[in-house]
């Protein structure tokens, strides 16, 4: 999916979120959405749908799996054309945090019927911000903001204020962005 937004303070990207209750609802994979994490940390955060409601997957070696149901199976790894051509290098994700040897553990998550797994387009990296990975499991729809509709220019942020504005070329998301 490209492109990932920029969330460096020096050149930000900014834009519009449709917050609708509506809009959360209609969710598909791979959206961008704004989100809090109030137990963590109340800044607004940027994050990509990849799991939806209802759904079985994992995470293995940095590839995603979702169940599919009919086939009783993990299919093919999801396209992930919103990461960058190269991850980082020795480093793997995997998830859930599976252990053999605990009854309760499970090789796969199931979301809930109004949970979402989400993460930053930076999910690959050992210091990827704050998203599913590091809390160990999805989010409620009530800690999702909006859904991302478009992108208007770039910011520069100091002390967590916009200082300026860039306009640039509207980049418009309605539904998914590739």
């Not at 995470?59 to 790894?77: A, I």
């Not at 989400?118 to 499991?137: E, I």
Request: charge should be neutral; include cysteine.
């Amino acid at each position: 999916m490209n492109p990932t937004l920029s969330g460096d303070p020096a050149e930000a990207d900014y834009g519009t979120t449709d917050n609708s209750l509506g809009a959360k609802n209609a969710l598909k994979r791979y959206q961008l959405v704004t989100t809090h994490y109030f137990e963590h940390d109340s800044s607004l955060k940027i994050k990509r749908v990849l799991f939806l409601p209802g759904e079985s997957f994992k995470v293995e070696n940095n590839e995603f799996y979702l169940y599919d149901k009919r086939t009783r199976t993990f299919g093919n790894p999801l396209p992930k054309n919103f990461v960058p051509k190269e991850c980082q290098p020795g480093y793997s994700k995997n998830f859930p945090y599976y252990d053999p040897e605990d009854p309760d553990s499970k090789p796969y998550y199931t979301l809930g019927p109004k949970e979402y797994f989400v993460a930053g387009d930076n999910w690959y990296s050992p210091s990827s911000s704050l998203d599913c990975f590091s809390l160990g499991r999805g989010i409620d729809i009530s800690m999702l903001v909006g859904v991302v509709t478009k992108i208007e220019g770039k910011c520069v942020v100091e002390d967590g204020k916009v200082v300026k504005r860039i306009p640039g070329t509207p980049r418009y998301f309605l539904g998914v962005d590739y």
